[in-house]
Nanobody
Framework: VQLQASGGGLVQAGGSLRLSCGAS????TAWFRQAPGKEREFVAGITWQGGNKYHGESVRGRFTISRASARNTVYLQMNFLRPEDTAVYYC???????????????????WGPGTQVTVSS
């Protein structure tokens, strides 16, 4: 499974970005992020069929995860961005078919290369 994340960039506080992750297969997919000097943090996750979605507390109400109808692309719509959202964002998928979303990095088997999101104040 190869994951390709795109859509990162530089944006001012209060702005929006949309990240995309190309991910084929019947896997739960999630976004994590890692800021310099910090641990990798769960941002949002979605099951293969899109019926279950989870968002981390720090992004709830501002970010939305979704999956394209063809189920081969996962999006992360990020609104009302803050400087503390600055990080490298990673797309990850679990190997198990029809897997549930996990908040732990240890449960994800495939990782994309990451895309930088920088929010200026």
């Amino acid at each position: 499974v190869q994951l390709q994340a795109s859509g990162g960039g530089l944006v001012q506080a209060g702005g929006s970005l949309r990240l995309s992750c190309g991910a084929s297969g019947r896997y739960a997919t999630a976004w994590f992020r890692q800021a310099p000097g910090k641990e990798r943090e769960f941002v949002a996750g979605i099951t293969w069929q899109g019926g279950n979605k989870y968002h981390g507390e720090s992004v709830r109400g501002r970010f939305t995860i979704s999956r394209a109808s063809a189920r081969n692309t996962v999006y992360l719509q990020m609104n009302f961005l803050r400087p503390e959202d600055t990080a490298v964002y990673y797309c990850a998928a679990r190997r198990e078919i029809f897997s549930t979303v996990s908040f732990s990095t240890n449960d994800y088997d495939y990782w994309g290369p990451g895309t930088q999101v920088t929010v200026s104040s």
